[in-house]
Each structure stands twice: as structure tokens, then as C-alpha cells.
């Protein structure tokens, strides 16, 4: 970093607020309003700047490198880090003639049961293809048909082939490595600068408004890991920020996210005073590798795309019971096929099923999923030769920092890309291969939506105030105690009584493990594995407040003691804290219709 600055950046405390709580308010649940941390021992000011390095973060740094002066790309590996690079199945685009933006709106809003925003969904169909081919452009290599034509196939959920992939299955990774080698050719270019192993805290914010909620965002706080040119904690000041930090896999004991994906994005917007929305719906995908009941970490996705092309799925009797379940038996939603294993699984007393490719043929499957064929062997499975051994695992967040149409949040400045947001076109349920999409298509909205009001002077730096409200840090070693609750509360099946257990064992965990003794020593100070561990513990807070509010089962969220959709329950549930870090919910069906 070039910025001169060797004093920590001034934060001015306003005066105390009085919170007034509303008929939305949960009494006794309250979060902190920022991360115990040191202060900032060094400041940079640029214009726009943009945390993570997926395909939305990468997307939206290129996109502001040629709009504004100065851009910042902050990521918390390296560039080629993230959910992007692991996903086997493609991303979705009617790119065929004889498909539709239409009928791809259609497939979208059936997926999402009720509770998608069809403007947002409107604008992913009718812009993706485009999007899609600008990201050939910059050197996207997918797999080609005979004819020259991107090659397209079939996942669960779409009635048209419309999913390209790259080598097979390694979509994201084709896709990251051509947005990576685009940052790294203007590395150089003073315009843009990287800093990588860099984990962000809080989003800075600026003096409250008259209801006392946090100001304008004007920057962020990150600490840079023993990498990079600055060391410890620091303070970057912009004009805009750009949350596009992924999902929040390590809230369970289980799940096919990287180990980065802590819900770091969520919980600095939360704090930052920003409404979340559809928080409850979590996709759990239904054919991850079952390696044991002990199995913890991120786990081996065997993509959707090995049932279009023709796997199917048996019990452990051999009994095959998806086409009894749905008329497009193994390409069903997948919040259906998730929930008919689980049925399945507890009427055989089996702890998974079998997913069976062996009559697609040996040469077909090495070659189509070269990938996944090889993390098989890695566990002593032959995917031509073997039934594998599949169960559900957490997989994607639908939910997240709500946003309109051009990635802006509640909170001024702050703008959130990607699986951190929501924009509303998933809703419910996420149709495969759709999530790539919406981060190419909003973060490249978001991005030239910062462009003209920068240029406008519509967005202008202001300076960062400490918000009121509490501190937190939480031990990481209760993050097992952490996960236990999200996954035995709002996990694959749900129930009331399951989720009010989880709501007293996350309550019961210290969130002030930077104050509290234990025999005369601190439970912990303020460092990399506390600060994600708070940050999944605020997650699985809302998580599972927001899920036993919802008494119905719809998409993602399954309640076993509300079985049915509910059309009372066709609203958008928004959380929110109020200045003191009291957390409040309401109901919102505006943006549904």
C-alpha cells in the first residue's frame, strides 16, 4: 500500500442513542455492532473498494479498474482462492436459439418457490448471455460442440439445455483462472491495487442518522496476514465498498465450501447496520460424498450435472425413488431431491444412498468429469465401476445483504455481489448453475452504478465514526460448539423444538472472550480464528432466528412440525440491529411481486 499514514485512524464517538424497539424486535437477542480488534496503525484512501476474489469480486474490480482512479481489491488468500474455483457444474445462460430468457425466468421462478424478485430475476436472464459472452472475451475457455458452438447440457430444475462448462467439470476454475490472469496483467497499473491474506473486520461507517442508525459506508477495517506490505490491523477509506466475500459453509460442521467461507461479508454488513433477507434459506446440495458420520470440513461435491446426464439415485436397498417423488425424478429442484434422501435415509435406517453413473460408460465419464473422477479415486471410489455413497451437505446461501437491482444495500455506499447478497433472484431455492451468473451480472451492474455516482459526486468520502452497540469476540475454540447448534438446528430438517435448543446453546456461547478471565488470563485475544469464529456465530444467530419465525417449509427451509408452504408465508423475513445491536426482524412482500 502507498498511502502515507502512520498514525490509527481517528474514529469520533456520537452520543449515546436511545433505542425505541418495534413490534419486529426479539427481546434478549442482541449482537455487537463491531469486532473487538486493535485500532488501525496505518489508513489508505482509494475510491472503490472490493473484498473478495470470486467471480463477482474479480468481475467488479475490473469492471471499476477502467471507471474510477483507484481501486482496491482486498481478498482473504490469494486471488485464486474462494467458492469459484470449486464449482463442477457451469453456469446457466440462454445462449441456445432455441431456449429463452423467458423460459429460463420461468425455470428460475419455479425454483424458487414464491420468493423471487422477478425484476431481479428479469434482469439475470435477459443480461447473462451477454455477461457471459463478455467473460469469453477475457479469456473463458468452454467447452466447445462439434460445431464451434459453446457446449450446453442440462442440470436439475431447467427444462432446456443452457449450462456451459469448462474442461468438463471445472467450470469455476477455468472461469477464476481467466478473471485472475486479467487482474494479475494490470497488476502493475496504479489504478488498482491487490492486497491479499487479508481479512476484512468491519465496514467503517459514517455519523448516524436522526434514528441513530449507522451512516454512510466510508471504508473498512482489515488486518493483513503476515503477508503483503502492511502487517496487522489497518484502516481503508472509500467512497463505495463492495462486499463480494461468498457464502457461510463453516456456520456447519459440514459443507462442500472452502474453509475461507466464515459469513465474513454478512456479519460486517449486519453489524454496519444493513437488512439481511431470506437469512433461513440455505441449499443443502443433495450429492456430496458421504465419508463417514465423523466427516467435518469441507466435503466432495459430486456435481448435479453427473444426474443431467443420466445418473440416478437408489436407497441402500437398490430401490431407485426419485421418479415416485417428482415428475423430473433425479433433475427435481434441489431442495426436493436434498429432502426425498433425507426421507429415504430415514425410512431404510441409512446414513446415505447410492448415486449409480456406471451405465453411462467408462470413456464418457472420464472425459466428461475428469474432475470428480479423480477426488473419487482419491477416496477409493471408481466412478465407472462404482455406486457412490451420496447424503446431503450444506452447499449455498440464498440469503444475505439485501440489495436492489445494482448491488446497492440499505446502507449507503455499501454494495454487496455475489452469494453474500440478496437480490432476490434465487428466492427460496437456488436453480443450479445460476449462482455464477448473478455474480457476473450485478457485480458488473454494482460496478458501473459506483462509476457514475463517483463521477457524479453522488458518493464522496466521509469520515468513519465508532458506532454504539457492543464489541464481540468470540473464542475459536467454541466454533465447534457454534456449528453443533446450526447443524442440529436450522440444518437440512427442522424443527421448533430442535431450533429453540439452538437458539439457547448459541446464546449461551461468550461473546466477550477479549474480557473475560479465566484464571487470571484471557480466553482469547483479538486474532484471525476469534475473528471468523464471531462471525459465524453471528450467522447462525440470525440463521436460526429467522428460521423458527418461519413456520412452513418452502424451498431451502423445512420444518418437520409446518410440513406445507404456507401462502401466508410468501414474504421476504429482513433482519436488522438496531443501534444498540438489538436484533429485529420484519416482514417484506413489496419487492415480490
Known sequence: MTAAAGAPTALHRPAPQQHVPDAGTRPGTRLATRLAAPEPGWTVEVDAIVVGSGIAGLTAALELRTRVPRVLLVTKDTLVSGSTVWAQGGIAAALDPTDSPAAHLQDTLVAGVGLCDPRAVEVLVTEGPSRVRELVARGARFDRSPDGEISLTREGGHHADRIA???GDATGAEISRALVAQIEAVRDDPGIEVVEHALVLDVLTGPP???????AACGVTLHVIGEGQRDGVGAALGKAVVLATGGIGQVFRSSTNPAQATGDGIAAALRAGAVLGDVEFVQFHPTVLWAGSGARGQLTLVSEAVRGEGAILLDTDGVRFMPAVHPMAELAPRDVVAHAIVAQMAATGAEHVWLDARHLGADFLRKRFPTIHERLLDHGIDLTTDLVPVAPAQHYHSGGVVTDLVG?????????????????????NRLASNSLLEGLVFATRAARHIASQVQGGVLRQSSPVQRPGDEALVAAASRARVQ???SEGPGVLRSGAGLRRAVTALAAVPTDAHERLDDGRLLAHPQVAEWETTNVHAVATVLTATALEREESRGGHARSDFPATDPDWQVRIEVAL????????????STLR
Open 165 to 167: 462448462h469448462a474442461g
Open 209 to 215: 442518522g436522526p434514528d441513530g442508525r449507522p451512516g
Open 408 to 428: 446497492r444495500s440499505s446502507v449507503r455506499g455499501l454494495y454487496a455481489v455475489g452469494e453474500v447478497a440478496c437480490t432476490g433472484v434465487h428466492g427460496a
Open 484 to 486: 453443533r447448534a446450526a
Open 578 to 589: 438496531d443501534p444498540d445491536g438489538t436484533v429485529t426482524t420484519r416482514r417484506s412482500e
